[in-house]
């Protein structure tokens, strides 16, 4: 499986950076027993490893080599690959841009480098056999691609950062398999003007006859790009650190026990 990482933007939004917004420090990690800081771009990609994508493809523009430095042409087991997207022209340009790499019999996971989002695993639930979005709550869907749905949680319309869209869910990543991908970019030729957006391409596809299913698994999703939101994924993801040290230094305190002795 392909993973797709539209990383051509330009960032404006949280600008002056010395660097690509991709690569803004975010969390950290443990290398070699030693904790670093981890690029934002890393949460998206080890998401779409963790569901299974031996191949990356960033998407990068001008400006935007420092990307290919810092991942490299392998990452976390997965080759890397990289094509260009000459000028900025909307997300669905730069996903397409992808496409001579990709194989027919293959499926592509589809996720944006600016966002950290949680469950990891979100992505492994979704089928490749079908155009299947990863939801996830927000309190502003304005800000977002709303994604509202029928009884059977098909997807009936994508309202693009639309006010009152009747649901808080958006989607934060998607899979699909290539042939698919193919439908998409053949009906995106055909419109003029072409579609900056994936969400109303697929509600013109859905118009034809197209299915998309969404699945509300997701848990938590914030938009890096914004200096609001650089701030509350920083404090998510201390949290997140600190529950996962909770139980094993201080649930024994708290519940007058004690910890287990050190073997010497």
């Not at 996971?109 to 639930?125: K, N, Q, R």
């Not at 994924?233 to 996962?244: I, M, N, Q, T």
């Amino acid at each position: 499986m392909w993973g797709i990482v539209p990383a051509a933007g330009r960032g404006t939004r949280i600008q002056p950076l010395a660097f690509s917004k991709e690569l803004l420090p975010v969390g950290s990690q443990a290398l070699e027993h030693e904790q670093r800081p981890r690029a934002v771009a890393e949460y998206v990609v080890d998401r779409m490893i963790r569901a299974g994508a031996d191949k990356i493809c960033f998407v990068i523009g001008e400006g935007k080599s420092d990307i290919l430095e810092y991942f490299g042409g392998e990452f976390g087991g997965a080759r890397i690959a990289y094509v260009v997207q000459p000028e900025p022209a909307g997300l669905c340009d730069a996903i397409f841009r992808a496409r001579p790499l990709l194989e027919q019999r293959e499926s592509v996971a589809i996720g944006l480098p600016d966002t950290v989002w949680f469950p990891a695993e979100g992505l492994s639930g979704l089928p490749s056999d079908e155009l299947s979005f990863l939801l996830f709550p927000v309190d502003r869907p304005e800000l977002f691609d709303a994604v509202r749905l029928d009884d059977a949680g098909y997807v009936r319309e994508i309202c693009v950062k639309q006010e009152n869209a009747g649901t808080r869910w958006i989607w934060g990543a998607f899979k699909m398999p290539v042939r698919i991908l193919d439908e998409l970019h053949r009906l995106w030729l055909e419109r003029s003007p072409r579609d900056e957006y994936v969400g109303t391409l697929v509600n013109a596809w859905i118009a034809r006859g197209g299915r998309a299913r969404a699945f509300r698994t997701g848990q938590d999703y914030l938009d890096v790009g914004t200096m609001s939101g650089y701030r509350a994924a920083v404090k998510l993801l201390a949290e997140r650190e600190a529950d996962a040290v909770t139980p094993v230094s201080l649930l024994a305190d708290q519940r007058g026990g004690r910890r287990p002795k050190e073997h010497r």
